[in-house]
């Protein structure tokens, strides 16, 4: 009587999970190296900086991040590319194809957003003591960039906007960390000190 009920128990678990993953679907997602859009699999011959040893031997991570409304969504990196030209794609795979919805800096968070579609905030190094942050949001048909800012470095620390090295600086002054604030001044405000 036992091995009937273990075997039949087996038999509805089974059945369950094939009615429940869906037809042709499984429970995990996946994207396979054939089904990579063509300009990821081709962005190492299209590097705009002509450096061929940011993306020598590639080898594309893929992560599932949520199911949209029309499939599943992923970012796909390529964990060997080293420099500042590493990119992520978000792809959305659906039963017709996998399609990037937006290409963007390998350096990002993604927040939760309705419809399945992360908000994406990326961090881009554009000199030592510069950067900018870009924030890509959903619109119902296509990401959109809905927001950037430029942020400022002072030995090796992010400290904020034009505004808040400001704020940081005249802090440092209150605190009595002169070379701190000089400092400040010098990498934000371009202002030289004798």
């Given at each position: 009587?036992?091995?009937?009920?273990?075997?039949?128990?087996?038999?509805?678990?089974?059945?369950?999970?094939?009615?429940?993953?869906?037809?042709?679907?499984?429970?995990?997602?996946?994207?396979?190296?054939?089904?990579?859009?063509a300009?990821?699999?081709s962005?190492?011959a299209?590097?705009?900086?002509?450096?061929?040893?940011?993306?020598?031997?590639?080898?594309f991570?893929?992560?599932?991040?949520?199911?949209?409304?029309?499939?599943?969504?992923?970012?796909v990196?390529?964990?060997?590319?080293?420099?500042?030209?590493?990119?992520?794609?978000?792809v959305?795979?659906?039963?017709?194809?996998?399609?990037?919805?937006?290409?963007?800096?390998?350096?990002?968070?993604?927040?939760?957003?309705?419809?399945?579609y992360?908000?994406?905030?990326?961090?881009?190094?554009?000199?030592?003591?510069?950067?900018?942050?870009?924030?890509?949001?959903w619109?119902?048909?296509?990401?959109?960039?809905?927001?950037?800012?430029?942020?400022?470095?002072?030995?090796?620390q992010?400290?904020?906007?034009?505004?808040?090295?400001?704020?940081?600086?005249?802090?440092?002054?209150?605190?009595?960390?002169?070379?701190?604030?000089?400092?400040?001044?010098?990498?934000?405000?371009?202002?030289?000190?004798?």
């Amino acid at each position: 009587m036992k091995k009937t009920l273990t075997l039949l128990n087996t038999l509805i678990i089974g059945c369950a999970a094939i009615v429940w993953t869906g037809a042709g679907e499984s429970s995990d997602p996946v994207l396979a190296d054939r089904e990579l859009p063509a300009e990821i699999a081709s962005h190492c011959a299209l590097n705009m900086a002509g450096d061929a040893s940011a993306c020598h031997d590639s080898a594309f991570e893929r992560h599932w991040v949520s199911r949209s409304a029309r499939g599943d969504l992923f970012i796909v990196t390529n964990e060997r590319c080293t420099g500042n030209d590493c990119r992520a794609w978000l792809v959305e795979k659906t039963e017709a194809a996998a399609n990037t919805l937006l290409s963007f800096e390998a350096s990002f968070r993604l927040r939760e957003d309705k419809a399945g579609y992360p908000v994406i905030e990326s961090y881009a190094g554009m000199s030592a003591n510069e950067g900018a942050y870009s924030r890509y949001e959903w619109n119902g048909k296509a990401y959109a960039r809905t927001g950037s800012r430029m942020v400022y470095h002072v030995d090796g620390q992010e400290c904020g906007t034009r505004e808040q090295c400001r704020h940081a600086a005249s802090e440092a002054i209150m605190q009595k960390q002169v070379d701190r604030a000089v400092r400040i001044w010098e990498n934000v405000g371009g202002v030289s000190w004798i």
